[in-house]
């Protein structure tokens, strides 16, 4: 573990901060001045200074005063479906009648990413006068000029890269836009969409849409889904998202969030007062687009969102948790996989080497019968019975040996994996954890072969057993007291929604029986047309000729190797091998054929070598400093969180220190408790989650060197100092 420190830069612009490691802190983080350091809402920028923001929010104000049909069109991440909810419940605050309101989240298996001319030619037979995209639609050239074909008004919010042109919309607000002069370059989708709404918001207000300005909805409510998108989507922390987070946290911390957030963090047993940054990012946002990466026939990421009922959430967020569950699954079988064909390539590699006479110790039987031995270890510990109670850490374990072996050779600077049965959905997810295994550039396709509606998450079963429930409890409802308003339209194939009733004495255990009998309805004609478009996909596929078929890969990268090098480098020695590619230095994707993976491989893996930039071959661990003892406590760590949100670009403070195991503790079988004492006796608990087996064999009495953070564990009324391990060694 190579720690490096950061430099100490001039902190004397901010001497009205006392304490010496804090004002370094801060300064080292790009604070220049008090107001940086302000995280109230009335220091948020404007809205007015984003280009075609005021024009955007007329259309979206004059459309509501007339009260035209408007589709919100987002997309299926966190940041797009915080988009759209935020879209929904915006128009309805506004007071737009709800059968006037649709939304569009778009499958990623059956859709792809955003507005397409097919959903614009359904939106124009439902009679819709207004699309608003969300998260998307910056380059949606086509599907915008079809629309203002169909006479259909286009406002495209986005956040994404602008190119040489836009599209033909009544309204483009993207502040990456040449000319724009908004502040903040780093708001997500949903915080676009948010100002584009505030300006709506004052439109409205000018007009005399209300009688009473007091009625005009409170923008502030909205606050958790840009907090939720702005995370999920891992924008930069800079002063304006700063304020954004911190005041949506504090709704969230009292309770004042959507129902459907509140229901998920009640099902996960969370209490809303300790949600931090980090609970959002790995406990919801995770959830949320689970939903999203696997194969299921409804979305109950969006209807989470979208739910005004506390009780219906609670059902979608059930299915939430489910749905995670089944990307865990699905993660582990296709990480064990993709381990297996990298060993497979690393075995084929070697005993080339060997009979070449070309590899280091290519004379040498027992490398090879080390190889073997490693792993017919790592095939026992990773067999179809041992997935399911395997975790994906347990998975990697099953491979050290193997890795040990294989570290005597190395023959790639870039790895490819490919299986025709990989859900595309997760394939990110699994070249990270290839990434970060390797510390090599990595890349896994798929195609989707075999994959089939999940029929394990089905809402609409969800809900038939909860109607179940209610008709075994003898509980109706007077058919006279039911007030049911007809729902919002969704364009998405796979989805349906609940509507917003309100009236208490038209809910049973908090289910209105009539949606149950409308959501079973529109159930059953999804799975159908699903049923439909699946069967017309088999019969496409099996016309392919055998090796064009296209398959999808999605590329994770390491400092120093950029991947839109990678691919102008691939692009050069083979202009036709891509079908489609994309992305940015670290996270890419690419379509090509099935018959040029083999092909695509060597030019990776030669690509990498090629266009490597120095970087230090070994994994470097940042931190700010050794703490003094006098800062391990409680008031140092309220000071932290003071300053905080922390997050990407305004990193949350690391120190390393050497420590004494004190006593250890295993938790739950996967982590670390410590009881650690300093060299100057200061004694601290500290926990290393999803520790590893090196980690885990850490004893009392041993000397080790600690990468962490400070946190304050509040349990009721008392708070004491948490160290939260990063990293930790024996030394």
């Not at 005399?208 to 909205?222: H, L």
């Not at 007291?481 to 989805?495: D, G, K, R, Y």
Request: hydrophobic content about 40%; proline content about 3%; aromatic content about 6%.
């Amino acid at each position: 573990m190579k720690i490096v420190r950061r430099k100490l830069v001039d902190d004397s612009h901010l001497s009205f901060i006392a304490d010496p490691i804090l004002r370094q802190l801060l300064a080292a983080r790009g604070i220049k001045e008090p107001s940086d350091l302000d995280n109230s809402l009335k220091q948020m920028l404007s809205p007015y200074s984003m280009l075609d923001l005021d024009k955007a929010a007329n259309i979206i104000a004059q459309s509501i005063i007339n009260r035209e049909h408007i589709m919100i069109a987002g997309d299926y991440d966190i940041d797009g479906m915080t988009g759209t909810a935020l879209g929904v419940r915006c128009l309805k605050a506004f007071g737009l009648p709800e059968q006037l309101i649709s939304y569009y989240v778009p499958s990623r298996y059956d859709d792809g990413y955003g507005l397409n001319k097919t959903v614009v030619d359904r939106a124009h037979k439902a009679g819709v006068q207004l699309i608003i995209t969300v998260d998307n639609g910056i380059a949606a050239f086509d599907a915008v000029a079809h629309a203002k074909e169909q006479g259909i008004k286009v406002v495209v919010t986005d956040h994404h890269e602008v190119q040489e042109n836009i599209p033909v919309a009544d309204a483009v607000v993207d502040h990456k836009r040449k000319g724009d002069t908004f502040a903040s370059k780093h708001l997500c989708g949903v915080g676009v969409l948010f100002y584009v709404m505030i300006g709506t918001r004052a439109k409205l207000i000018e007009e005399g849409y209300y009688q009473d300005t007091k009625a005009a909805p409170n923008m502030s409510q909205f606050l958790d889904l840009v907090t939720l998108g702005t995370i999920g989507d891992v924008m930069s922390f800079d002063a304006n998202n700063r304020r954004l987070i911190k005041a949506g946290l504090k709704r969230i911390h009292k309770g004042q969030c959507s129902p459907g957030l509140l229901a998920l963090l009640d099902y996960l047993k969370i209490d809303c007062s300790k949600v931090k940054i980090k609970t959002i990012s790995f406990d919801l946002c995770p959830r949320f687009n689970a939903a999203t990466r696997i194969r299921i026939a409804q979305n109950p990421a969006i209807m989470t969102l979208l739910s005004d009922d506390y009780n219906s959430a609670l059902i979608y967020a059930k299915q939430l948790d489910m749905c995670n569950k089944r990307r865990m699954d699905h993660e582990k079988v296709m990480l064990s996989r993709a381990m297996e064909l990298y060993k497979e390539q690393r075995n084929q590699a070697e005993i080339a080497a060997s009979k070449s006479g070309q590899g280091k110790d290519a004379s040498s039987d027992a490398l090879l019968a080390q190889y073997a031995l490693a792993s017919e270890q790592a095939a026992k510990a990773t067999e179809d019975s041992a997935l399911n109670s395997a975790d994906l850490m347990d998975i990697e374990d099953a491979y050290d040996s193997f890795d040990e072996a294989a570290q005597k050779q190395d023959y790639n600077a870039g790895i490819v994996l490919y299986d025709p049965t990989f859900l595309t959905g997760i394939l990110g997810l699994v070249a990270n954890r290839i990434k970060e295994r390797y510390k090599k550039p990595s890349m896994v396709f798929g195609c989707d072969e075999g994959a089939k509606v999940d029929d394990g998450i089905n809402l609409m079963s969800a809900v038939d057993n909860f109607n179940d429930e209610l008709n075994a409890s003898s509980q109706t409802v007077p058919s006279g007291e039911l007030n049911i308003t007809p729902a919002p339209l969704s364009f998405n194939n796979a989805e349906s929604t609940l509507s917003d009733n309100k009236d208490p004495n038209a809910l049973a255990d908090g289910m209105r029986i009539a949606e149950v009998a409308r959501i079973r309805s529109a159930a059953s004609g999804i799975l159908s047309s699903i049923d439909k478009a699946e069967n017309v996909e088999a019969e496409s596929k099996q016309k392919e000729a055998v090796g064009q078929r296209k398959i999808v890969g999605s590329a994770r990268s390491v400092p120093g190797i950029d991947m839109m090098k990678v691919f102008a480098y691939i692009k050069e020695r083979e202009p036709n091998i891509f079908i489609a590619c994309g992305g940015h230095a670290v996270a890419a994707g690419a379509t090509i054929r099935e018959c040029d993976a083999e092909r695509f491989r060597y030019l990776f893996d030669e690509a990498c070598a090629a266009v490597r930039e120095d970087a230090d071959s070994e994994v470097c661990e940042f931190t700010d400093c050794d703490l003094p003892d006098s800062y391990l406590c409680v008031e140092f760590a309220r000071d932290l969180e003071l300053f905080g949100p922390w997050g990407k670009s305004f990193e949350e403070p690391r120190f390393d220190g050497i420590f004494l195991i004190e006593n250890s503790n295993i938790l739950a079988n996967r982590h670390l408790k410590l009881r650690l004492r300093s060299l100057s006796n200061r004694f601290v608990d500290g926990i290393k989650f999803r520790a590893n087996i090196k980690e885990k064999s850490l004893t009392a009495n041993m000397k080790v060197r600690v990468i962490y953070t400070l946190g304050v564990d509040r349990y009721y009324a008392n708070e004491r100092l948490q160290m939260n391990i990063e990293a930790i060694e024996p030394v």
